[in-house]
């Protein structure tokens, strides 16, 4: 038997070549994972923004401006972030936050980006009314519960379709 075959007589160079190319083969393994999961990622958002216009239109609310990924900030107040859907208009503005799999920590983190958007917003004396949305892939009743109580509406894969739940009572407006 030779001693690359043989673990107990294997040499320190044999030793570290193994380990460089098991720890680049896992490097590759999960630049896939990653670039797997940036897709799913886009097909949910592609899913969740296809008739977003419309379905809320339905509700009363017209938005002439959409933008995917809209970028927010102000450099005085520190406050920078990113929305995944984002529809206007003069009197309202929708802010969406798109996940393959929902959670509640997910809502909660859409609030504090509201709430941070409102402040860059009321430095701009943007007076527009901002209301919210969650939407995904996959959300667990519980969490669906959880953000219409929140006064968020929550886009959800319905069958074939998608569908926009609205919460209990008027919207929460930011």
């Not at 294997?10 to 896992?26: A, G, K, N, V």
């Not at 799913?40 to 592609?46: F, N, P, T």
């Not at 009321?122 to 969650?134: G, P």
């Not at 929550?154 to 919207?171: H, I, R």
């Amino acid at each position: 038997m030779s001693s690359a075959h043989n673990p107990a007589t294997i040499t320190y160079d044999q030793m570290m070549s193994l380990f460089l190319e098991t720890r680049e083969q896992i490097q590759e393994t999960n630049r896939a994972i990653a670039k797997l999961g940036d897709r799913l990622g886009q097909l949910v958002e592609a899913m969740v923004e296809g008739g977003i216009v419309r379905m809320f239109k339905e509700l009363g609310y017209e938005f002439d401006v959409y933008t995917s990924r809209y970028r927010f900030g102000n450099k005085a107040l520190n406050i920078y972030g990113e929305v995944d859907l984002f529809l206007e208009n003069g009197d309202f503005a929708l802010l969406v936050e798109v996940k393959t799999n929902l959670s509640v920590d997910d809502v909660k983190e859409h609030q504090e980006r509201l709430e941070k958007f409102r402040q860059v917003a009321n430095v701009k004396n943007d007076q527009r009314r901002f209301i919210a949305a969650v939407g995904g892939g996959v959300i667990q009743k519980n969490v669906k519960d959880f953000a219409l109580k929140q006064g968020m509406f929550v886009v959800q894969q319905s069958g074939e379709n998608v569908e926009v739940l609205t919460p209990e009572g008027k919207p929460k407006v930011w």
